[in-house]
């Protein structure tokens, strides 16, 4: 199966910037999203990388790496409802989706 | 609001009942997906239809019987499940299935509570 590796948690403060990153090893490629869920909520897309470089999207920039098999994304001036889990989610050769086991960020005051 | 709608929202049940989750997306998308997500584990594709077509089944036991009577509405038949069961259960749609970068949107789950 498909193996999607990210950090379990992450804490940071408010106003700061938070990297989390993502490997991958999958067969086949057609891209890497990312989205947030919030505690008891659906899960909400916030981008979608397929060529090398870096997608900015106001506070939130997603980069990925094909070669690696890397991405990370990186949240700027952190606001408390920042709070959430991000799912790296890798589109395989057959367009299946497979997700990692999400990311916890949780934003001090 | 992301325009697919789950019911129930929570749902406790015992092993030997017999229930159904529902799921409807109002965006004109031809692709529906259930997947099950347990607490720190990755969310994991239960199954796929494309045009109401079932196009994956990702080796879900039969005690799972998902249904597809348009492509605005999904099913998932649930009968004599485990407690092992008890999850989040997401459904999802996209466009189409079978082209890179189809962005998928999510439904608030079913949080099912098996005893």
């Known amino acids: 199966g498909q193996n999607i590796d990210q950090p379990t948690e992450m804490t940071a403060t408010e106003g700061a910037i938070v990297q989390i990153n993502c490997t991958y090893q999958?067969?086949?490629?057609?891209?890497l999203f990312w989205y947030q869920q919030h505690a008891g909520e659906a899960p909400t897309f916030l981008s979608y990388?397929?060529?090398?470089g870096l997608e900015e999207k106001g506070r939130f920039s997603s980069f990925l790496s094909r070669s690696k098999g890397y991405s990370y994304l990186l949240l700027k001036e952190l606001q408390m409802k920042d709070s959430a889990s991000y799912l790296c989610?890798?589109?395989?050769?057959?367009?299946?989706?497979?997700f990692g086991a999400g990311t916890t960020v949780t934003v001090r005051a | 609001e992301t325009g697919v709608t789950q019911t129930p929202r929570h749902l406790v049940m015992g092993m030997t009942n017999k229930k159904s989750l529902k799921c409807e997306q109002h965006?004109?998308?031809?692709?529906m997906y259930w997947y099950k997500q347990s607490a720190k584990k990755p969310l994991e594709l239960m199954f796929v239809?494309?045009?109401?077509?079932?196009?994956e089944n990702n080796s879900v036991p039969s005690r799972f019987s998902p249904e597809c009577p348009n492509s605005s509405h999904l099913f998932l038949h649930l009968h004599t499940l485990q407690p092992e069961d008890s999850a989040l259960y997401l459904c999802?749609?996209?466009?189409?299935?079978?082209?890179?970068?189809?962005?998928?949107?999510f439904g608030p789950g079913t949080r099912l509570l098996v005893l």
């Open positions: 999802a749609s996209s466009q189409d299935k079978g082209r890179g970068g189809e962005t998928q949107y």
């Open positions: 999958t067969s086949g490629f057609n891209g």
């Open positions: 990388n397929v060529l090398d």
């Open positions: 989610a890798v589109e395989d050769g057959d367009y299946k989706l497979s």
């Open positions: 965006l004109g998308h031809n692709a």
């Open positions: 239809y494309n045009f109401k077509e079932q196009t």
